[in-house]
């Protein structure tokens, strides 16, 4: 079954084209990558597909139901859980907190419902020790873990991650691809945004590439870094 | 003898997050540095502590041996350090020629650069002078940005990652104006996630590693496994 | 699991047991008390309801609204048609109060919600202003010039003979009583459902949309149904303390009850003085505007310039009030509202 | 021809409001700040003027020209030693800042001016009148309705062929990039508050002359400005002078009506034009 599909999907601030006509799709419990330069419309590709910004043309389906037009919150209840590149918690509430208003509603239950769950989301994201910390006081580190967790606490079915390894630690970044292998067999379907190639190519099975908002590669991960266009838009070198 | 710009031991945070931990750097008149690492191994917040948009102690960093630390954006300008912005940041309601004139607005200097030697630089903005800023392409707003910085005739000219985004051709174009740039005597500091693009321009490197200095060598006898070490740490 | 959650801290179980007593206190103190002393709790008890009531929307919220006094207004006139055009007695018809402010915040809501950030403000200004005039037009009820209780509905509100008698007053300090006894519950039960509603569901998902709108819809909150639900709430309770105060005025005109000095600008000033965006801000401020009311109000417009200055002076240097400095050195939180995870094992 | 006439003397009324609209719209503009205070400014220069008549005996143009630097001043030292310090992310401190201002302002007036009602005296001025066929106008209205599309013209050579109004607008897209070309936002912010109070003067040379003044109106002169904004939409001068125009008109017919109706009609224009453009009539093709 396909959770995600994205069928001739365009978009452009202006002048700027940033998604070209992109289609593709994810069938479920599937972990995709997507590269690709700065500025090649990724993030604006994550923000099409939570509903945050509505494509100019083009269709997007989600769990076979068209969701073109659907708000944001919609697509949350139907289970698309996102990630933010940059963390963006909610500052005065605690860790636990943030992980309780994702869930309650996230899921639509009430908050004694889900406090079990998100104390398990705390500890698997390593976060339990700072559970009533107010999130605007976190680390980067713990604020990514913020955004990882509070993904997970809205209980997604599709759970999209946007650069969550940037700037970590070899260490911090291994814990990471963890917890994300974790959720991975548990059967989320995930889409991974990522510049740390070697975390990304550990957890998941298929590689996007993006490149001025158009799709320029999609296949395994072993045949999309030999090819040759990619290593010189993406990479600029051998490495 | 001080150098041109120097920092000694520069920290910044943002809130609760360290993003730099002490710092040591320095260019002299006419060099060409490139500052290479991985996406948030600090760089871009090296250029805003420099360029003051962030705020550090007074002592950190050092400009002919004043101590400019705590100054205000504006104030580092107007001391012959200009910028040109990560994600060109043209601003959309000025045309081309506007945002190259808002450039020397406030400090002119005296050196090479105007509005001609500009447009002589790259011609094509000249044809598109009216324009907003924001309606070029990405190659093209990335002139008016060097363009723009240029103008205050800086003796200092930063460049936070100008081939971001870029596709290779475009990235040559812009890289081929930089002899131009250093024929008129003005320091670089080039910020770079392209290895290659760095080692052919820059006299030296620095390359970072989350919020530190790990590697700094002359450009031209480096070698990849040291580039390698430095940019993604030993255990990779 | 081993772990709870609550919200409770030592501060607040002390907290709770003395407001209960202040309560108990505050039921009994007719038995003893003066009437001007009676009096002045009614306009702290009122004063503080209206100023948790702006602190909800605005502190809580983030919508600040200029426009209270609509509320207030709109409110005591309704309560006016109730008594004067309906017959009814004044206590029952200030659930009228509460009906109309309901009933206009709707299309307050409707229009105010369509301007972005700080003109709003000006947007909810607007209206109120356009309910006073219009409500200046209502000729049965005095039109631009305003009118009185009749007597004969004043002097037998309900419960008034019987607080006579039980307290040897005469009927109009038994009518103060009537009043400052309700006002004590509206106060009383503001504070008690704003903090219920804090700490429900809906109190995390304001947080969170005052934090962060953007990231709030993308974890499912839907943050317009959240502040139309707070605005609403708001504005109702807010009717309904207007109504009262009328109820012991007793006189209404347009320019009174839609006044935006009585029912915003001291209201914005004691929620400001005393802390936004804390239940505990209100309470310490509208005390300390007492104080400054009681002691300098003489002095007439030297004193509102005063306050207006001392508003500024508070945003500029401690922009979360009173409280926020005592909050900020002691830690203490009477009304806590954080969820805290207790004794969950790590690993 | 009734009409005529109420529909002429509207639009002409539209320029004080456009007038009273043009400074708020400039700080807004520019620094995203609504300024609560804005009416009661306008209702502070104006006792300026008339403090500056009554001393010198100069008429009211001459002595707006001498209160305008002052304002001027004033409203420099206000952004530079107040609002920048409240100007953020969070729209409530410069908000509650500026109400503060308001409550300041109309009761320090009260104390220093009394409640009584003043005027600007203009003299043979006031009542002379233009002939222009179908209707006769005044000649008052007809040099604010003037000097409203001057000012307005003005403020646009200003922002788009000026250096100064370069940096208002380069600052007014993103202040942290403009810090980087030399130019300091909050004295760029202090400039465009003082060109505001400069406006304002305008406006309140004649608000004084056409009709009386007292310390208690500046807020319903927030309001028409206010409106005059929205209607024209944010961030367009001309749309500003439109704005004003429409509640003009409204203000007129309602006038013209029902004496009673007169604010009110005003008001409700407002309302329906947010109804159905919410973004206003001319509406900026960015943000």
Redesign the interface.
Known sequence: MTVLELTNVSKSFGALQVTDDVSFSVPRGQALGIIGPNGAGKSTLFNLITGNILPDAGAITLLGRDVTRSPAMDRVRMGVGRSFQIPQPFEGLTSFENLLAAAAYGQNKREAEVADQCVAILRDTELLPKANQLAGTLSLLDRKRLELARAMATGPELLLLDEIAGGLTEGECQALVATIKGLHGRGVTIIWIEHVLHALNSVVERLLVLDFGRVIGIGEPETIMASREVREIYLGMDV | MSHLLSTHGLTAQYGQFKALFGVDLHIDPGECVAIIGANGAGKSTLMRSITGVLKSAPEMILHNGTPIGALPADQILQRGLAMVPEGRRLFPSLSVEENLLIGGQIRKGSGRWSLDEIYALFPILKERRHSPGTALSGGQQQMVAIGRALMSNPELLLCDEISLGLAPVVIRDIYAALPTIRATGAAVIIVEQDIARALIVADRIYCMMEGRVTLTAPAKDVSREAIHAAYFGAAA | ?G?R?TTRTRASSIAGIIAVALIAVGLILPAFASRSLIQDLFFILTMLTLAQLWNLI?GFG?M?S?GQQAFVGIGAYAMFAGVILWGWDPVPAILLGGVAAFLLAIPMAF?AF??A???F???T??IA??TR??V??WKTLGGGTGTSLPREATADIIGVETIARLFGLRDAAARDVLAYWLALALAVATLATIYALLRS?TG??L??V???D?????????AARVKWLVFLAAATMTGLVGALIYVQTARISPDAAFS??NWT?YV??IA?IGG?GRLEGPILGVLVFWGLQTAFADY??????A??????AT??FA?RGLWGLIHDRTGIALFPV????IG?K?? | MIWLDVLVQGILLGGLYALFAAGLSLVFGIMRLVNLAHGDLIVFAAFLILVVVQTFGFNPFLSALIAAPAMFAFGWALQRFVLNRVLGKDILPPLLVTFGLSVALQNGMLEVFSADSQRLAAGPLESASIDLGPVTVGTMPLLTFASAVLVIFALNRIFYTTALGRAFRAVSDDPTTASLMGINPKSVFAIATGLAMVIVTIAALYLGMRSNFDPSIGPARLLYAFQAVIIGGLGSLWGTLAGGAIIGVAQTVGAQLNPEWQILAGHIAFLVVLLLRPRGLFPRAVD
């Not at chain 3, 306050?307 to 500024?312: K, P, W, Y």
């Open positions: 699991m772990h959650i605005a983030g600040v200029v229009f369509r301007l950030g700080a003109y403000a000006i947007g200004w607007v202003e356009v005039l219009v200046a037009q569901r995390l998902a947080a969170a005052r934090d962060n953007n990231a709030a819809r993308s974890v499912g909150v839907d935006v000095t600008a914005i000033f400001v936004i007439g417009s030297w004193y509102l310039l306050l207006g200055l001392l508003a500024i945003m500029l922009p954080q969820r805290r995870l969950a790590d690993g």
